[in-house]
């Protein structure tokens, strides 16, 4: 790690930004114009991170440059053109809808540097944690200056978007103070879980199609439907990366395997199985035994990692993320049918099939 902000960071691998699988249900011809939107929503990111200061400039171009699907902008973008074909006069091809982009994923990117440092996590996107390249200081003020340009780019967006905006930050901080004091007092672990969920993921990609809404000019009856969506997609979301953290190997995931678990981050998997262990279960209780004991060896991790991913309570992991894949859906059940509303559905099938 390097002493101080003097030290240059290392090039961290640029990402590819693959295009969604779920624009190919739009056509080639809404598909490349939603390509385009991206692009320009890639350079307004490059543009408003910018920063006089060499440290700063390193530090908040970062984890831009290493790479990411830009899921929460191209939900916007999607949404926009769903609220303009479903609202006449309204302009999916508005530069604020571009902006709109611009402000989730800036959001987005200062939680990915304070919660790395939360949890201590050593690699993201694939590269070293921007906490393990500088310090904790430096990645913490990093996430603040982000946030910072992300409200200074939503004041142009009006003053609704500004209050959506520090709506959806304070929920996403909420969500992260709430995992850490863990459930109250006879509180259900698992409904305690959920709601963490709904803060710290599903808030932002809720705000996703009310941006999308406000910077088009569309119909405020689609802001519920696509709020609601993206509050039970982004829990999907989460559910799934629960599993992934298990289950996958550190070239999928970016992240070393059993990482939340070394770090004892409560998951689905790992409250499941402490329901089980409590109802008597004694191979639940035998591997709640090895998560309780020192995973500070890369072997105890492993033995314990293996023996969870083993037992029933992964597949039910991955039917409560499909539940909540399947209530998204069914958010935008009174919504007309087409090309766009199928790409939704395909994102939220998409979400849980990454973990089978």
Not at 285 to 313: G, K
């Amino acid at each position: 790690m390097a002493p101080s902000g003097e030290a240059s960071a290392p090039s961290a691998q640029p990402g590819t930004q693959p295009k969604p699988g779920a624009f190919a249900a739009v056509g080639a011809d809404l598909s490349a114009n939603l390509d385009r939107q991206l692009e320009q929503v890639e350079t307004l990111l490059n543009e408003t991170v910018r920063q006089t200061s060499r440290l700063a400039d390193e530090s908040s171009r970062y984890l831009l440059s290493a790479g990411g699907k830009r899921v929460r902008p191209s939900l916007v973008l999607l949404a926009a053109q769903w609220a303009a074909q479903l609202t006449p006069g309204a302009d999916a091809d508005s530069f604020d809808v571009v902006k709109a982009g611009a402000v989730v994923e800036l959001t987005h990117l200062a939680t990915l540097y304070h919660d790395d440092v939360m949890d201590e996590a050593p690699v993201r996107r694939g590269a070293p944690a921007a906490h393990h390249v500088w310090n904790n200081s430096v990645a913490i003020l990093t996430g603040d200056v982000l946030l910072a340009r992300a409200s200074s780019l939503c004041s142009e967006l009006g003053p609704r978007a500004v209050l959506l905006q520090s709506e959806t930050f304070e929920r996403l901080v909420l969500g992260q103070l709430s995992e850490y004091t863990g459930p109250e007092d006879e509180a259900d672990p698992i409904a305690h879980h959920i709601r963490v969920l709904s803060d710290k993921t599903g808030s932002l990609i809720a705000a996703c199609g009310e941006f999308a809404v406000l910077a088009s000019g569309g119909s405020p009856e689609l802001v519920e439907p696509l709020r609601e969506y993206g509050e039970n997609v982004g829990v999907a979301f989460q559910l799934a990366d629960d599993i992934i953290d298990l289950a996958s190997d550190e070239a999928d995931s970016g992240k070393t395997p059993g990482t939340d678990l070394r770090e004892g981050v409560p998951t689905m998997p790992t409250l499941l199985l402490r329901r089980e262990a409590a109802a008597g279960d004694s191979e639940a209780q035998r591997i709640v035994e090895l998560l309780d004991a020192d995973l500070s060896s890369d072997e105890a991790l492993e033995a314990a990692r293996t023996a969870l991913v083993a037992h029933p309570v992964m597949e039910a992991a991955r039917a409560e993320a499909r539940r909540w894949s399947a209530k998204a859906v069914d958010a935008l059940r009174d919504l007309p049918d087409g090309p766009i509303k199928s790409a939704f559905e395909l994102f939220a099938a998409g979400v849980v099939n990454r973990v089978g």
